[in-house]
């Protein structure tokens, strides 16, 4: 089960995840990343495998591409919702929670790691 979860609440209007998009953003941002496009279920129809100075950490895109599913550290997950949110079209409603939505944020295009901790928090 995943630890946290970027997704689009509402109607995407079409839109999903670009995977080599985001895989280039993922390849920026993580050493030793690797992808795995077998898909396994609805919910990893796409996989990214990564190691930060934080731990390993994986991502699997939903079969639709409008969720994203975190099994990472925080901070990492954190820096992934961003990277989601990025790629998100401007009008679309993005939410960044954890499994057991203790928070629930929903995100600006503009949002930054720091902002992102601190609405965490805040909730």
Do not use: Q
């Not at 609440?9 to 280039?24: F, I, K, P, R, V």
């Not at 994203?68 to 901070?75: F, K, N, Q, R, T």
């Not at 949110?85 to 954890?98: K, N, Q, T, Y």
Request: glycine share 8%.
């Amino acid at each position: 089960m995943a630890k946290f979860l970027v997704l689009i609440d509402g109607e995407a209007g079409g839109w999903s995840a670009d995977c080599g998009a985001l895989t280039s953003a993922i390849r920026g941002g993580w050493a030793a990343v690797e992808t795995d496009s077998t898909p396994r279920s609805e919910a990893r129809s796409f996989c990214w495998s990564f190691e930060s100075e934080h731990g390993p950490g994986e991502a699997y895109l939903h079969e639709d591409g409008t969720c994203l599913y975190l099994d990472s550290p925080e901070s990492d997950a954190v820096r992934l919702a961003v990277v989601f949110r990025r790629l998100a079209p401007e009008g679309l409603d993005v939410v960044f929670c954890d499994e057991g939505y203790n928070f629930d944020v929903r995100l600006r295009p503009d949002v930054t790691d720091a902002e992102l901790i601190e609405l965490m928090t805040a909730n």
